[in-house]
C-alpha cells in the first residue's frame, strides 16, 4: 500500500503534510530504533503522545516492528 500510494498523500493537518513514501520512510527508521533500543517483536512500548503525526509514526513503526504498541492519553 505504501508503495502503490507513494506519490499520495497520507498525513494532512496542523503539522504540515506527509507523503504515503516519506511515511514509509519514517516509519521503517522509527521502527528500526525501537528495535536497537532494546525493544523486541511481542514487546510492550508505551507511548504518551497527544493527538500529532508523531503518535501515527510511532503506531505504524510499532506494527512494522512486530511491537505491540500501548497508547495513554497525554
Known sequence: SFATNAGRLALAGPQGEVAYAELDEITDRLAVALLRRGA??????????????????????CIKAQIIPVCTLA
Open 40 to 61: 523486541r517483536p511481542l514487546d510492550r512500548v508505551m507511548f504518551q503522545l497527544a493527538n500529532c503525526n508523531e503518535a501515527i509514526f510511532a503506531m505504524i513503526a
